[in-house]
């Protein structure tokens, strides 16, 4: 019998790629709004935008997608792109970004592990930008599994990072 495969500890995954309707419209939302720079372009059809000089986090085109609709709402595909920060107060600082700007959001959970707040981008692809508690302050259960839980977050409590 073969042996079970563990994919390696230190896998992270790399980059999200994603179709989009309007490469400028998107651009405007993640490089202006979420403050990615942009690391190269190709053409008018695609961007490819990073946190920290990375070659690529996230890319963007419009190569079969061009004025297209959002993808159904109820149909296979992606759920949300998950982007972490490295601290809370850097939440924070994203979150108080959001609300000046008046940008909408369509959830803010205390997951035990994570806190963590969702909104779409302009294509209606969901995003959600997150930090992990340190893992010696995640909660078990008795029998030593993870106790991930969705409660609502406290906005004013992750807000006040800012003081």
Excluded at 19 to 36: A, P, W
Aim: avoid cysteine; hydrophobic fraction near 35%.
């Amino acid at each position: 019998m073969e042996e079970k495969y563990i994919i390696p500890a230190q896998t992270h995954i790399g980059h999200v790629h994603l179709k989009v309707s309007d490469l400028e419209r998107s651009l405007q939302f993640y490089r202006d709004l979420l403050g990615f720079e942009v690391t190269t372009m190709y053409g008018r059809q695609a961007a490819f935008l990073s946190a920290g000089g990375y070659h690529h986090h996230i890319g963007l085109n419009t190569w079969l997608s061009k004025g297209a609709p959002p993808a159904p709402a109820h149909s296979a595909g992606l759920y949300h792109t998950a982007i972490l920060y490295p601290t809370r107060k850097n939440l924070a600082s994203i979150l108080n970004r959001l609300i000046a700007a008046q940008y909408p959001l369509t959830g803010a959970s205390d997951h035990g592990v994570s806190e963590a707040i969702y909104l779409n981008d302009p294509d209606n692809n969901g995003v959600e930008l997150y930090w992990d508690r340190p893992k010696e302050e995640w909660p078990y259960h008795e029998d030593g599994s993870l106790n991930m839980y969705t409660k609502a977050l406290d906005i004013d409590s992750l807000l006040s990072e800012l003081n």
